[in-house]
């Protein structure tokens, strides 16, 4: 079977969820054993470095260099030039031109928060999420949350969908490397003891509760940890700069952090909190758990399918809920170190290789054409 694979989200500098989405489960996949009896074709508008995809017999590289509506446009025109068995789409958006396809629809939080795109950029999403959801032979989502969201409002059965949950890289793990922390001092002015947030600074993510529970727990707790935010700004509200004026000297904006840090920055962490409204996943919390730090999150969306019983689950619209869960996990050894040893047996149990199984079997499935079982 000849399997082409949109890779280009896959070789971006600036990778956040989908990009590490697209890379490490293409690494997975082409890593299979069972991998080997087809041939990948793997396209890109950029060349990717040469470490990111490993040379092997069965996988050639199409480089489509196209400046503007490179999915619609130049990989249509490959998908009619040269037409592949079956074609995986790892980020929402099939082509107008497309085989038998399986994509992957990451979540649908451009219909709970519309005001966060601009007017064309959401036309697009929900436009062709919605298409490529009726074009798509199967459909992967990452997690229970995201199946029950595309069969309520993109109309699709449940025999079309496939849960794929992610899985946190090789480098999130417990074991520190040599001058670490010193490295996080000098680049990012990060010493002492510090509560952690990862991720883009978005009202989605609640961080202007999460900022004021912080403020709370400075003024009437006496709390000395650092809060340390540790993303892009996107999308910034202008209240949660006001929120930030009261602590602002406690408070660190490490802006986006290059991969190779952000191991480093959750293993030393006291806690990572991610108190979002809505996720579909939520990788920091399977990436924390991996590197043996505590965490707390909401129990919005998927975060209490992710996290399990390896997290202390908060209400995100209460701030105090928020505050007292930071306290209780700041100023008690015992429960950080329950935390730890919960979350690492959590984390074990969300691979990239078991991913990859399901992806290919997913990729399989609608090259037959035949009914997810």
């Known amino acids: 079977m000849r399997i082409g694979v949109d890779a280009s989200r896959a070789t971006r500098l600036h990778r956040t969820g989908p990009e590490n989405y697209s890379l490490h489960l293409l690494q997975a996949l082409l890593g299979l054993e069972r991998a080997r009896d087809h041939q990948f074709l793997l396209y890109f508008n950029e060349p990717p470095e040469g470490t990111l995809f490993p040379w092997q017999p069965n996988t050639r590289e199409r480089i489509l260099r196209f400046p503007r509506l490179w999915t619609q446009l130049r990989l249509s025109w490959e998908m009619v030039r040269q037409r592949p068995d079956v074609l995986f789409v790892p980020a929402h958006v099939l082509p107008i031109v497309h085989p038998r396809s399986v994509v992957t629809i990451h979540d649908l939080g451009y219909l709970y928060y519309p005001e966060a ?53 090789q480098e999130f793990t417990p074991y520190a490397t040599a001058g670490e922390r010193e490295r996080l001092a000098a680049q990012y ?26 403020a709370v727990l400075r003024r009437e707790a006496g709390l000395s940890e650092r809060l340390v935010l540790a993303g892009e700004k996107g999308w910034v509200p202008p209240e949660l700069l006001d929120q930030m004026q009261e602590v602002s000297q406690a408070i660190t904006l490490t802006g986006f952090l290059p991969p190779e840090d952000l191991p480093a920055l959750m293993r030393h962490a006291r806690v990572l909190v991610l108190p979002s409204l809505f996720e579909g996943f939520g990788m920091p919390v399977i990436e924390a758990m991996a590197c043996g730090t505590a965490v707390i999150a909401s ?3 998927s975060l209490p399918e992710v996290a399990g019983e390896a997290a202390i689950l908060v209400d995100p619209e209460d701030t105090l809920d928020i505050a007292r869960a930071i306290y209780r996990v700041c100023t008690n050894e015992a429960l ?29 499935q609608a090259a037959q054409g035949s009914p997810r079982p």
């Open 299 to 301: 129990n919005a969306g």
């Open 189 to 214: 002015g990060i010493e002492g003891d510090y509560i952690l947030y990862v991720g883009t600074l978005h009202p989605r993510k609640n961080v202007g509760r999460l900022v004021e529970a912080f």
């Open 117 to 169: 795109y601009h007017a064309l950029d959401h036309w697009y999403l929900r436009t062709f999420t919605a298409l490529s959801a009726r074009w798509a032979k199967v459909i992967l989502v990452d997690s229970q949350v995201t199946k029950e969201d595309v069969m309520e409002h993109l109309n699709v059965p449940e025999e079309r969908i496939a849960v794929v949950y992610l899985a946190p890289s």
């Open 336 to 364: 950080r170190e329950r935390l730890r040893a919960l979350g690492l047996q959590r984390a074990a149990t969300f691979t990239w290789e078991r991913s990859a199984q399901a992806a290919l079997d997913a990729l399989e």
